[in-house]
């Protein structure tokens, strides 16, 4: 996917985030005004309770939590191998070779994006050199592509290592107003204003494992698949890139000539 479908992706998973956090703020603000009158009664919902508990922590974490959700998204599409190896581009490109169109072929190849295109094309402009040569620059642009890929894993890797860093950041903040209602009430703390520190460190906590559990999964589904995807490009590409060879024009033989050996600076011995 081009950088400006990538932003699209971004834009509408930041869109999603303020549609639904603009009323999750305003209702964990009510619950906050409304927390006397709702305790007395008991009556307040598991979820405003958590949302209330989790205070800024728990926005930092639902914020990753698209942030990822729109990343997986975006992958899910991309690396699959419709997309890697399009079948349409492997049948119309065997047919022009087929009919020894070779030029057409080549031009085929290079107006598309796709991974098996981008790895055959660096080779077929090799060939000239020879088939080592091409198969070295189909391996190597191989790897380029593989790492570009693999790059982007690594964004869910990192949401997999901070999420429970950030959750513990939550856990210590919570004991840390906990201890502050101890601190200054005395002997005869209230079990409510200890219960709101405390609900605050768990809820943090489990957000952040919530939230590294299907990153790391994902982060390891996706290593997988690129390195699938990988082999089956270099080899397809491989077999394209024989049927490339025949219609590829050598050097010219002058371009190629042995030049003749240089004189030597020594004297040459008498017989």
Same mark, same amino acid.
């Given at each position: 996917?081009?950088?400006?479908?990538?932003?699209?992706?971004?834009?509408?998973?930041?869109?999603?985030? #303020?549609?639904?956090?603009?009323?999750? /703020?305003?209702? %964990?603000? +009510?619950?906050?005004?409304? !927390?006397?009158?709702?305790?007395? =009664?008991?009556?307040?919902?598991?979820?405003?309770?958590?949302?209330?508990?989790?205070?800024?922590?728990?926005?930092?974490?639902?914020?990753?939590?698209?942030?990822?959700?729109?990343?997986?998204?975006?992958?899910?599409?991309?690396?699959?191998?419709?997309?890697?190896?399009?079948?349409?581009?492997?049948?119309?490109?065997?047919?022009?070779?087929?009919?020894?169109?070779?030029?057409?072929?080549?031009?085929?190849l290079a107006g598309d994006t796709s991974f098996l295109a981008r790895v055959l094309a660096a080779g077929v402009?090799? #060939?000239?050199?020879?088939?080592?040569? /091409?198969?070295? %620059?189909? +391996?190597?642009?191989?790897? !380029?592509?593989?790492?570009?890929? =693999?790059?982007?894993?690594?964004?869910?890797?990192?949401?997999?290592?901070?999420?429970?860093?950030?959750?513990?950041?939550?856990?210590?903040?919570?004991?840390?107003?906990?201890?502050?209602?101890?601190?200054?009430?005395?002997?005869?703390?209230?079990?409510?204003?200890?219960?709101?520190?405390?609900?605050?460190?768990?809820?943090?906590?489990?957000?952040?494992?919530?939230?590294?559990?299907?990153?790391?999964?994902?982060?390891?589904?996706?290593?997988?698949?690129?390195?699938?995807?990988?082999?089956?490009?270099?080899?397809?590409?491989?077999?394209?890139?024989?049927?490339?060879?025949?219609?590829?024009?050598?050097?010219?033989?002058?371009?190629?000539?042995?030049?003749?050996?240089?004189?030597?600076?020594?004297?040459?011995?008498?017989?």
């Amino acid at each position: 996917m081009s950088t400006t479908c990538r932003r699209w992706v971004a834009a509408l998973a930041f869109a999603g985030l #303020l549609v639904l956090t603009s009323p999750l /703020a305003v209702w %964990a603000q +009510e619950a906050g005004v409304a !927390d006397g009158a709702v305790a007395g =009664e008991g009556s307040e919902s598991f979820l405003s309770w958590m949302i209330r508990a989790s205070g800024p922590i728990g926005l930092v974490i639902m914020i990753m939590s698209f942030y990822m959700i729109a990343l997986i998204a975006w992958m899910a599409k991309q690396y699959r191998r419709p997309v890697a190896l399009p079948d349409r581009l492997i049948r119309e490109v065997g047919e022009l070779l087929t009919q020894k169109q070779y030029t057409e072929a080549y031009q085929r190849l290079a107006g598309d994006t796709s991974f098996l295109a981008r790895v055959l094309a660096a080779g077929v402009r090799k #060939l000239p050199a020879g088939m080592a040569p /091409a198969q070295k %620059a189909m +391996e190597m642009a191989n790897d !380029d592509v593989t790492m570009e890929m =693999e790059h982007r894993t690594t964004y869910l890797a990192t949401v997999g290592t901070l999420g429970p860093m950030i959750g513990l950041v939550g856990t210590v903040y919570g004991m840390i107003i906990s201890f502050q209602v101890i601190a200054t009430a005395g002997s005869s703390p209230q079990a409510s204003a200890l219960a709101a520190g405390i609900s605050t460190a768990l809820f943090a906590t489990l957000e952040g494992i919530a939230l590294s559990i299907p990153a790391i999964y994902f982060y390891a589904l996706f290593r997988n698949r690129i390195a699938r995807l990988s082999l089956e490009v270099a080899l397809a590409a491989d077999s394209l890139l024989e049927q490339f060879s025949p219609g590829i024009r050598a050097p010219h033989p002058l371009a190629t000539a042995v030049m003749p050996a240089p004189r030597s600076a020594l004297p040459v011995a008498e017989k």
